[in-house]
T-cell receptor, first 113, second 117 residues
């Protein structure tokens, strides 16, 4: 059974800092990995999708990397802003059922001015 | 990308009653998924809903408690039946666009925040 772990569980940083969120998964037989953002009480916003054949994806100040063999992904946020405050969720797609995602517990990020 | 509308966005319900949540997508999609997010927890898949076939439920979830309909390629409903306070959660609808059979990006609705009293 796939298990996804995110570290740290919570992170508080001053505005402007660069930061790294970590995600690890136990079964390397994944099809893709996706990073989401969730604001309190809201749904999920997709940030980056990395296919299993890819090593990284970039969007603006965000960069996600994937090392499938070691079961790890990182989300790098450059020059953090208070508007980045949210919960960041990592999810891996794979297994016997097409489209199923297994989620980590998330990292709660607070960026203070 | 896909735009997903969920209704209602939130509700407060009496125990023992049922609530039906609607999920509408702005394009035809093969697969739709229903997730539950309990307070302070991450998302757990309830079931996969494919048009024209019975929904496939994950371990711990049963059709009598969470009946699902998928009448066409843009719409699905999830019913939470005979509710108890333990059903208080955010329920989220998700779709994956699978062009050419490749695994693609998943999109989520804004969720339905359910409180059972």
């Amino acid at each position: 059974k796939q298990e996804v772990t995110q570290i740290p569980a919570a992170l508080s940083v001053p505005e402007g800092e660069n930061l790294v969120l970590n995600c690890s998964f136990t079964d390397s037989a994944i099809y893709n990995l996706q990073w989401f953002r969730q604001d309190p009480g809201k749904g999920l916003t997709s940030l980056l999708l990395i296919q299993s054949s890819q090593r990284e994806q970039t969007s603006g100040r965000l960069n996600a990397s994937l090392d499938k063999s070691s079961g790890r992904s990182t989300l790098y946020i450059a020059a953090s802003q208070p508007g980045d405050s949210a919960t960041y969720l990592c999810a891996v797609g794979g297994g016997t059922s097409y489209g199923k995602l297994t989620f980590g517990q998330g990292t709660i990020l607070t960026v203070h001015p | 990308s896909a735009v997903i509308s969920q209704k209602p966005s939130r509700d407060i319900c009496q125990r023992g009653t049922s609530l039906t949540i609607q999920c509408q997508v702005d394009s035809q999609v093969t697969m739709m998924f229903w997730y539950r997010q309990q307070p302070g927890q991450s998302l757990t898949l309830i079931a996969t809903a494919n048009q024209g076939s019975e929904a496939t439920y994950e371990s711990g979830f049963v059709i009598d408690k969470f009946p699902i309909s998928r009448p066409n390629l843009t719409f699905s409903t999830l019913t939470v039946s005979n509710m108890s306070p333990e059903d208080s959660s955010i329920y989220l609808c998700s779709v994956e666009d699978l062009p050419g059979g490749a695994w693609a990006e998943a999109f989520f609705g804004q969720g339905t925040r359910l409180t059972v009293v």
